[in-house]
């Protein structure tokens, strides 16, 4: 089961760095995403990353804030939050699919493995 964690609040501006791991599995084969969800809105893309490979993926409104990385030896997937925005403040989760092509990505049907969220809370 994926777990998610990291959250916290922070003010605008400031870093956070969430981690999102799993026991029991390999990821191998895997795409891994964050997904983000603010009170009222749908869930969005923000990040994701190829376990083979690397190959990564970020939402217009994160690149060059947010980086996503994983860490084989640790089965761990993580994302580094650089100036913040209150924008960014929602509940973060992290996702696994397995074969997702590079152009589904960023699509939230073609993740099938979800954690639950971690709440990132940015203020003024």
């Known amino acids: 089961q994926l777990q998610a964690f990291g959250g916290g609040l922070v003010q605008a501006g400031g870093s956070l760095r969430l981690s999102c791991a799993a026991s029991g599995r390999t990821f191998s084969g895997y795409s891994m995403g964050w997904f983000r969800q603010a009170p009222g809105k749908e869930r969005e893309f923000v990040a994701a990353i190829r376990w083979s490979g690397g190959s990564t993926r970020y939402a217009d409104s994160v690149k060059g804030r947010f980086t996503i990385s994983r860490d084989s030896a640790k089965n761990a997937v993580y994302l580094q939050m650089n100036s913040l925005k209150t924008e960014d403040t929602a509940v973060y989760y992290c996702?696994?699919?397995?074969?997702?092509?590079?152009?589904?990505?960023?699509?939230?049907?073609?993740?099938?493995?979800w954690g639950q969220g971690t709440q990132v809370t940015v203020s003024s």
């Open positions: 996702a696994a699919g397995y074969g997702i092509i590079l152009t589904m990505m960023g699509t939230i049907r073609a993740y099938d493995d």
